[in-house]
């Protein structure tokens, strides 16, 4: 039977799949892997997939869902040896959008959001921020600590203040951590505040404006929908909350840039055809995340 023939946009990519597609194949066949379950995991048709076996189908997105979805070593190494990360946190360009809304919202002080879809790496820059600005704190909330009662204890366990007494006490507590005398005013990171309340967001109004202390909320895209009332119907009834927010960015979607930038620093990937299967991995999973665990 005759071998359908690759389509243009296929053809144009061969250069790259050629440096790939033999090392995926040779590496789910040395883990036993059947195209049946690469078609249950992958979503792709069963047939597509033994195409993909007998080297008559060759695609950059369906090598790109390989390597996302069994975290396939880069190519040129054996499986048991992963690209060595240098622990060193790399400058992005999104990472250089995000500075100086921490630096405004401390130098101010003020009230400033960065919101924006997971995996973007807005959480690795907030605890880079935290152990590098002088007078910083910061608190990641879990979905359960979105109260106020459990909002407050969250910041004051952060802070490594005592655990006893009311909400009231710990939020004073809190207020006086935050007015330690520095040079410049302190800054309270608060990551993943999506997670808070309408009780607790007031709460931490009422703090920075007794502390006087710069406040970032960080979180997915409905963190400003929250402070806002959701609608303008109800903005009236936010406007403490909004009113106070100064300064605000909305990331929209990865920067394979970014996933460039990381590649070369962090794992020493420098040669193209590499660098240009980093960025479509990217702009596929639309996640530095998932860039991340492909490359460990």
């Known amino acids: 039977m005759a071998t359908p023939p690759m389509s243009a946009a296929t053809a144009s990519d061969a250069g790259l799949e050629s440096f790939t597609d033999d090392f995926l194949l040779d590496a789910l066949t040395e883990r036993g892997i059947e195209p049946e379950e690469v078609a249950e995991r992958t979503r792709y048709s069963l047939g597509t997939v033994r195409q993909f076996f007998n080297g008559s189908y060759r695609s950059t997105k369906f090598s790109s869902a390989l390597r996302t979805e ?136 009422c703090i920075h404006d007794k502390a006087r202390c710069g406040l970032v909320y960080v979180g997915n895209t409905t963190v400003f929908r929250r402070i806002s009332g959701r609608s303008k119907a109800r903005r009236s009834e936010f406007s403490q909350l909004h009113s106070r927010v100064g300064r605000r960015l909305t990331l929209k979607g990865v920067n394979p840039d970014d996933a460039e930038e990381i590649a070369k620093t962090l794992y020493s990937i420098h040669r193209e055809p590499e660098l240009k299967l980093v960025r479509s991995i990217a702009q596929n999973s639309g996640s530095l995340r998932k860039v991340c665990y492909i490359l460990v």
């Open 70 to 205: 069994f975290l396939l070593p880069k190519a040129g190494e054996p499986d048991e040896v992963r690209c060595e990360r240098t622990g060193r946190f790399v400058e992005t360009a999104t990472v250089r959008q995000m500075l100086p809304f921490f630096k405004w919202a401390q130098d101010y002080p003020g009230i400033a959001i960065i919101e924006g879809d997971g995996g973007l790496g807005k959480s690795s820059v907030c605890e880079y921020v935290s152990k590098t600005f002088r007078g910083t704190d910061y608190v990641s909330f879990r979905p359960s600590q979105g109260s106020l009662n459990a909002c407050i204890r969250a910041i004051g366990e952060a802070l490594s203040l005592p655990a006893y007494g009311s909400t009231h006490d710990i939020g004073t507590m809190i207020c006086e951590h935050l007015r330690r005398d520095f040079e410049q005013s302190t800054l309270l990171i608060l990551d993943e505040s999506q997670h808070l309340c309408l009780q607790a967001l007031d709460e931490l109004r």
